[in-house]
């Protein structure tokens, strides 16, 4: 059979962290197949991708399309190679028509400058026909839901004479319905001789839909089968890993506790969207204990923080603090009530980059290092050159916080936020990005924490860092809590076990964290 | 002693280097003005000779500029504050001149009560303007919209409506001025440079860069007003009042163009007249663009864009040069410090990472 993409030894390094996103890939697909492209979260897998679209530029290795050496510059270039990328988050104008969307970039003229916007609309509408989509071409894209926007990307790259199209994690937003019906248009496309890459981590879907599987771990390809040759179990080991590489030194769990914070039934609801991002999600978190939020990105764990953090309101069931309601308070009314929490964004949320480092550990306690509304300069100083210290961060505190590294930068907002806490504190993904000194020492804060009787939130993608350091494990999988795991299976479960939970494969009955 | 002395010279440093923009601004500006010159005069350097000499060759011209230069600090300032906070006010001219315009006629109104008046009717003044650019920030609270755009067309409906006040209800029949009656001579401010205009409102203009200086840089609004300017995110995330900081430094900066405009009348026209302040709300946004939105900056920014001004008006006075190639020089000038890759010349570049 002919090979539609060959790509031989790639190599991506970003330079911002010196991590090696892809490390000597390889990967193959044949003309006419629908290869997905598994692993974790940060396994390497949109960076291969991006590499093939033009979007990154790899620093060593060759494409061929083809049979063709290349090499790719841009996605224009793609493009023209007959390579097409729909993105996980839709690059669509609402307010255009989907067949204005579609040919953007690639408009039929009337005579030589004027848009033929008849034309426009006959062409997309003979893409959407011969391949059955369910759109209408003369609709505005801002009334159609996820599913039929992402129908609209798909078309745009067909419209373009695409025969390779990459989908990142395609059904990441879409119903059960949706994807079932997604999957019988791509098969047709592989049918006409499309070729597909579908990044997925979903082991049904793979099951499912492809011909073959690619499993990436950690910049790495580590396995490439034909689907009927392989099981669910073996996708899922190869995915993960096998072995638990962190050990923590703690004191052994202490079963003295008392709850601090409850869930009950929380859902979270977005509108103009079906499947809810949180559903019935129960559980308490105890003081003197580590509480690990297990699961695969898009499952509900980003959504958990945003909940936490108080920015995003929840549409039923209760939050509880203290025997005190506090499922309708914003930030500004968490913090006050001790909220303590180190964000997954870190540059983003966790820290105004321009401010000075000093400014920046002092967002969520400008009451203390201000008097009559004035703030205390030498106070705020001293503050910062105490922490710097303590967290041993290479800096000082008039620094834009911005000029850090990203290890330095961390230990900042964890000093914030280990200052600040008083009864709990939530840490999403507190080791992202980070070398293994710099993780090391965010797991011995957290156990510390632990050890001083605080109800520590974990919530991380990086499965061996909550088999490390939590005593105890919720996964979620699709927004719902699928299991729940106490100190003592924890001390057994293999990562196999964990893996088919947070891919959905097998399910607890009633879970309750 | 040392470490501080080491430190103290880094920020030197940096000061200048973020400074480069703006000289070459500056530089390319007055170069621009040079080839304007010889291009549209007939006799260049008699022109030039007025446009650079003018505004410093006796106390009267001297004085006057630097009285020009006061509404621009008080506009400087206000957009610099709505700019720090991450807003954008583009209502500057109707902030103005309804501050003005209310300053005035309170001032006929409190005739009789003298230096308390004076207070009372700037505040007035101060208030209409502040509340008009906080109408925008509301509006953006509540829907999302861009303050730029509603600002700008509330201060364009705004000046009609003073104009129309101004021309109507409100103007002075015993002169042939369309403008309102002047204020009584006890609300006059003293001029302190005779015999140009120049009034003591020069004082309060300082006074107000100083109070801007240690209200964001050195109280807890002023934190959290400037760390919602730099990262909304990061403000709420911390706990910090996002909607507010969306409301008051709109308000703050409406606030001082309506000071701003008080102070012209109650230091320098003495009755607010139809459109006597038309541009000036603009020439503070272009003087906060120079100053870079740091208080300290607004005033030799300020004095500069003075400086061309009356340069500008001196060249017209005095040789060939027609008020349209004035205009067009200082639009040159405008244009020049709006562009952002020059003010990034020199300047820290932050470590992308």
């Known amino acids: ?513 | 002693m040392v470490d501080r002395m080491e430190k103290r010279r880094v920020t030197i440093v940096a000061t200048l280097r973020n400074s480069i923009g703006a000289v070459v601004i500056v530089g390319i500006a007055l170069a621009a003005l040079v080839v304007l010159s010889l291009l549209l005069s007939e006799t260049p350097m008699k022109t030039l000779r007025y446009f650079f000499l003018g505004p410093v060759q006796n106390t009267y011209y001297f004085g006057n500029m630097l009285n020009m230069a006061i509404p621009l600090i008080f506009g400087g300032l206000g957009v610099s504050l709505a700019m720090r906070s991450g807003s954008f006010n583009l209502g500057g001219e109707g902030q103005l001149y309804s501050g003005a315009f209310v300053a005035t006629i309170s001032a006929l109104a409190l005739a009789r009560w003298g230096s308390a008046g004076v207070v009372v009717a700037l505040l007035l003044g101060t208030c209409t303007g502040g509340l008009l650019a906080a109408l925008s920030g509301v509006l953006r609270m509540k829907w999302n919209t861009s303050e730029l755009i509603t600002s700008f067309l509330v201060s364009n409906a705004v000046v009609l409506v003073v104009s129309y006040l101004i021309a109507g209800p409100f103007m002075d029949p015993a002169t042939n001025l369309i403008a309102t009656r002047m204020i009584p001579e006890s609300f006059r401010f003293t001029r302190i440079l005779e015999p140009s205009n120049l009034s003591s409102a020069l004082f309060a203009a300082v006074i107000a860069v100083l109070v801007v200086h240690l209200y964001l840089y050195k109280t807890k609004s002023g934190y959290e007003l400037r760390l919602f300017g730099l990262n909304p995110r990061f403000a709420a995330y911390g706990g910090i009042r996002t909607k507010w900081y969306q409301v008051w430094p709109m308000f703050l900066s409406g606030a001082f163009y309506g000071l701003g405009g008080g102070m012209a009348i109650f230091g320098t026209y003495y009755a607010c007249m139809k459109e006597f302040s038309t541009g000036m709300g603009w020439n503070g946004l272009a003087v906060a663009l120079i100053a870079r939105h740091r208080p300290g900056a607004v005033i030799p920014a300020a004095l500069f864009f003075a400086y061309i001004e009356s340069g500008a008006r001196n060249a017209m006075l005095h040789s060939d040069v027609t008020f349209e190639i004035a205009s067009i020089v200082q639009s040159v000038v405008f244009f020049l410090v709006t562009s952002a890759v020059l003010q990034k010349i020199g300047s820290v570049q932050r470590r992308s990472v």
């Open chain 1, 1 to 513: 059979m002919e090979h539609a993409v060959e790509m031989r030894g790639i190599v991506k390094i970003y330079p911002e962290t010196g991590l090696r996103a892809n490390d000597g890939v390889d990967l193959t697909l044949n003309k006419g197949q629908i290869l997905c492209l598994a692993g974790e979260n940060g396994a390497g897998k949109t960076t291969l991708m991006k590499v093939l679209y033009g979007l990154e530029k790899p620093d060593a290795g060759t494409i061929s399309v083809m049979g063709n050496p290349v090499s790719i510059t841009s996605p224009l270039q793609a493009n023209r190679l007959g390579i097409g990328m729909v993105h996980q988050h839709f690059m669509l104008v609402d307010d255009f028509t989907v067949a204005q969307n579609v040919t953007l970039g690639k408009e039929p003229l009337k005579g030589r400058f004027s848009y033929d916007l008849k034309g426009a609309a006959d062409a997309v509408d003979a893409v959407i026909r011969k391949h059955r989509f369910s759109i209408d071409a003369t609709k505005r894209v801002g009334s159609l839901t996820v599913g039929q926007k992402q129908q609209v990307e798909i078309v745009k790259m067909l419209y373009r004479d695409v025969d390779i199209l990459i989908l990142d994690e395609p059904t990441a937003v879409l119903t059960e319905q949706e994807i079932e019906s997604l999957f019988i248009t791509l098969r047709a496309l592989a049918e006409h001789g499309t070729s597909l890459i579908l990044i997925t981590h979903k082991l049904h879907e793979i099951t499912t839909i492809s011909d073959r599987v690619a499993i990436m771990r950690q910049g790495a390809m580590v396995g490439d089968f034909p689907t009927d040759s392989v099981d669910g179990k073996q996708i899922s080991r190869l995915m993960m890993g096998q072995s638990v590489s962190l050990v923590v030194d703690r004191l052994p769990y202490t079963p003295v506790q008392h709850p601090v914070l409850r869930f009950d039934n929380v859902s979270v609801l977005k509108r103009n969207q079906q499947r809810p991002l949180l559903n019935g999600v129960s559980f308490t978190a105890r003081s003197g204990e580590i509480l690990g939020f297990a699961g695969v990105g898009g499952n509900g764990l980003g959504v958990l923080e945003a909940v936490l953090g108080g920015f995003l309101p929840i549409s039923s069931g209760a939050i509880v603090h203290k025997d005190e309601d506090i499922s309708r308070l914003d930030s500004h009314a968490l913090r006050k009530r001790g909220l303590a929490y180190v964000p997954a964004d870190r540059l983003q949320v966790g820290s105004a980059l321009q401010a000075a480092v000093s400014e920046n550990l002092i967002v969520d306690a400008r009451n203390e290092f201000s008097r009559h509304g004035v703030m205390q300069r030498k106070k705020i100083e001293q503050h910062a050159q105490s922490l710097l210290k303590t967290y041993s961060v290479k800096g000082s505190p008039s620094m834009p916080i911005g000029t850090l590294s990203g290890g330095n930068i961390q230990k900042v907002i964890l000093a914030r936020e280990i200052t600040q806490y008083q009864d709990y504190i939530v840490f999403s993904e507190p080791t992202w990005g980070l070398d293994i000194a710099s993780s090391r020492f965010v797991y011995e804060r957290m156990v510390q924490l632990r050890d001083e009787g605080a109800a520590v939130l974990l919530i991380s993608s990086n499965l061996d860092e909550i088999l490390a350091v939590s005593d105890r494990v919720i996964v979620m999988y699709r927004g719902t809590i699928v299991a729940v795991l106490e100190s003592e299976e924890l001390r057994h479960v293999t990562k196999e076990d964990m893996g088919a939970y947070m891919l959905g494969l097998r399910q607890q009955e009633a879970p309750h964290g």
